[in-house]
């Protein structure tokens, strides 16, 4: 019996202006546009292997070697979506296998630690959307993709592309202009870096899903900051990219981070992701742009304490240097774990 395969690989994204709020939890339409930076695959990456078969009796998917559910709705939306697209090629073409039909087997797995609080449901997905898309042969854009991936989660739609990625929110009430695109090559600057520090490795408390609908409903600060904060900090922040103005990306970086934690801790009840060893964090980039004399590292933190640090390859031992210290001194820094990563970009 046949098994039709394809397998693919998509990487993790670290947003550099946040995405926090939805105005369509069904279809996961964002409050407002959003911007990241693509990590190395060398270093975090999801891999998944997409196959069908006449044999296969149901719709399965494999997670780091465990069964996982498959029948969320918003993984549901995502594969009635991809059938839909494969049905229609089939539709036209009697000489393609009939494919959409047959029920898949996914097999995925992260090359880093699935609970190290990273960014892992964007990688993850990209990948299941871009693998069955592969095996489908669709002819799909990333673009086209990231409609789909975004139904999934909001930040997968940003792991269809490399360097650096917008999401643009978009206005209509369908959602097919909700979608990423790339600002960027990461060839366009390609001294970027990024550290990575695993502050904890436990689950969060509370999910990006309903922290962010949480202050949606409750947060007045919310409401500036998608009106007035996010609109600016992304044409800041993509003039920026362009100009490979280091200072200014990393400002950004920074101010659209402590403006998102803000609105956490102006949710009632207050969400808080950072903690002591977060600040601690924070406190060190403060310090390495002191001692500089001028800004050459940028610290942002997502929905967990974990930092992520940008800075360029020419500071890499003024930086790399205070963080390992900081590793040395700090009671909470896990040890032995960290750094994570210092990696390039993809
Ligand atoms: C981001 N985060 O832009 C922001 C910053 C967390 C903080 O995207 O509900 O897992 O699946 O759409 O994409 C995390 O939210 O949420 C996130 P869903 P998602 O990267």
Known sequence: MVVYRASTTAPVNIAVVKYWGKRDPKLNLPTNSSLSVTLSQDDLRTLTTASCSETYTEDVLLLNGSPSDLTGARTQACLRE???????????DASLPKLAQLKLLLVSENNFPTAAGLASS?????????????????P?????????ARQGSGSACRSLFGGYVAWRAGAHVDGLDSKAVEVAPAAHWPNMRALILVASA?????????????????????????????????????AAIAARDFPKFAEVTM?????????????????????????AAVRA????????????????????????????????????????????????WKKGTNPKSSVQLD
């Not at 991809?82 to 036209?92: G, H, T, V, Y």
């Open 82 to 92: 991809l059938r839909a697209l494969r049905a229609a090629l089939e539709a036209k």
């Open 255 to 279: 101010r659209d981070s402590n403006s998102f934690h803000a609105t956490c801790a102006d949710t009632y009840p207050p969400i808080f992701y950072m903690n002591d060893v977060s600040r």
């Open 202 to 238: 436990a689950k969060k408390g509370v999910s990006s899903t309903s922290g962010m609908q949480q202050t949606v409903a409750t947060s007045g600060l919310f409401q500036q900051r998608i009106a007035e904060v996010v609109p600016a900090n992304m044409e800041t922040m993509e």
């Open 140 to 148: 799909a854009s990333p673009t086209e993709l990231s409609l789909i």
């Open 122 to 138: 964007a990688a993850g997905f990209a990948a299941f959307v871009r693998a069955i898309a592969d095996l489908y042969e669709l």
């Open 285 to 332: 980039v403060e310090a390495i742009n002191t001692a500089a004399g001028k800004t050459i590292a940028a610290y942002t933190f997502d929905a967990g304490p974990n930092a992520v640090i940008y800075y360029l390859e020419e500071d890499s031992e003024t930086v790399l240097g205070t963080f390992y210290a900081l590793l040395e001194s700090t009671e909470g």
